[in-house]
């Protein structure tokens, strides 16, 4: 009998066990039923980075500059790890905003946890000579728009990710 009970209590435990596992984890499942995917593609001929959101996809990045070919990155290259950036920093929660920053000496675009926090993760560097604001701008078409999704500082711009991403939905976009 003592046997049995012990099989029983184990047999409980699991259940239990095995309840609180799909507990813990379908509210997850349903938190966001959207997955935002990263990747790399084709924009109108060039590599582009793109955001899959939904049935949607936007195109975030044509890479089309051969200024850091000579040391190895080509714009295929550019856009396969700055896609897999993108994807890995929207994974952990890093990515919130997309502003500009310096790094090992040189401009780079970056991403920040915060309006106004300092880079968390870099995106890309830019070349030499670059205007960080004037990039940002390009790369989000914040100057086209009548209100955008860009926080200006004095220092520099903050795009709020989840605003642009919104926006780009709702707008006719094709990669």
Sequence with gaps: MFHACGWAGRALLGFLWLGMLIHVHAPAAQANPRRITFYCGTSQGAPATLVRSGNRVVPIIRWTSDAFAESGYSNERRCQEVSQRFQAYYDDGSLSFITTGRMNGQNVVCVARSHGGPCAGLLFTLKPGTNPTRVINQLFNIRTRASGPINETTARPYVDFN???????????TP
């Excluded at 605003?163 to 976009?173: M, N, P, W, Y």
Aim: charged share 35%; hydrophobic share 25%.
């Design 163 to 173: 605003e642009f991403l919104q926006e780009a939905e709702g707008s006719e976009s």
